[in-house]
C-alpha cells in the first residue's frame, strides 16, 4: 500500500504538470474542463484517483478534471472513433503499446519538456526509454508490474 500511495503523490505532480502546460496554450480565463480517460478498474486505485482529482482542483481552482473510466477491450475502438471526431482525451493513462503506436502516428503530443521538469534523472532509464519515439517522449512511464506464471 505505501509503495502504490507513493507512485500516486508522484503522479499528482506528473498531472499536475501536464494539465497546466495543457492550459498554457488555452486562451481565456474560463474553467477548463480536461478529460482523463483511464482503464483503471481497482477500487482501491479509482479511490486514490478521486483522490488526487481532488486535491489537483483544490490547488487549480480554474480547472475539472472529469475522469473516464474504460474498459481495456473499449479503450482502442473508442480512442479512435474520438480521433476521427475530434474529441480525443486532453490526458489518457494506457498500455504501452497503445502509446507506442499512437506516437509512431504523430497522434501524441511529445512530452520532453514535462519530464524535463519532472527530472529525468528521477525516472528508470528503461522505462522513460520505452516512451520514445522518433527520439522524443510521448508518453509518462508511471507504473510497472511483474507477471507471475502459475502451474
Excluded: H
Excluded at 31 to 49: C, F, G, L, N, Q
Excluded at 60 to 84: C, G, H, Q, T, W
Excluded at 89 to 97: D, I, Q, S
Excluded at 110 to 134: H, Q
Amino acid at each position: 500500500m505505501r509503495r502504490k500511495m507513493c507512485w500516486k503523490k508522484w503522479v499528482i505532480g506528473f498531472l499536475a504538470l501536464s494539465m497546466l502546460t495543457l492550459l498554457m496554450s488555452v486562451p481565456g480565463s474560463c474553467a477548463k474542463v480536461i478529460r482523463y480517460w483511464t482503464t483503471e478498474s481497482d477500487p482501491m486505485s479509482i479511490e486514490i484517483d478521486f483522490g488526487i482529482i481532488r486535491d489537483f482542483e483544490e490547488q487549480n481552482p480554474d480547472v475539472r478534471i472529469k475522469p473516464e473510466y474504460i474498459s481495456e477491450s473499449d479503450l482502442f475502438p473508442k480512442l479512435m472513433a474520438s480521433m476521427r471526431a475530434g474529441t480525443e482525451p486532453e490526458v489518457m493513462y494506457g498500455a504501452p503499446w497503445l502509446v507506442q503506436s499512437m506516437g509512431a502516428k504523430g497522434s501524441l503530443v511529445p512530452l520532453d519538456d514535462v519530464v524535463a521538469r519532472l527530472e529525468r534523472s528521477k525516472f528508470i532509464p528503461e522505462l522513460l526509454d520505452s516512451m520514445v519515439v522518433k527520439g522524443r517522449v510521448i508518453g509518462i512511464p508511471v507504473q510497472t508490474c511483474t507477471f507471475q506464471l502459475f502451474y
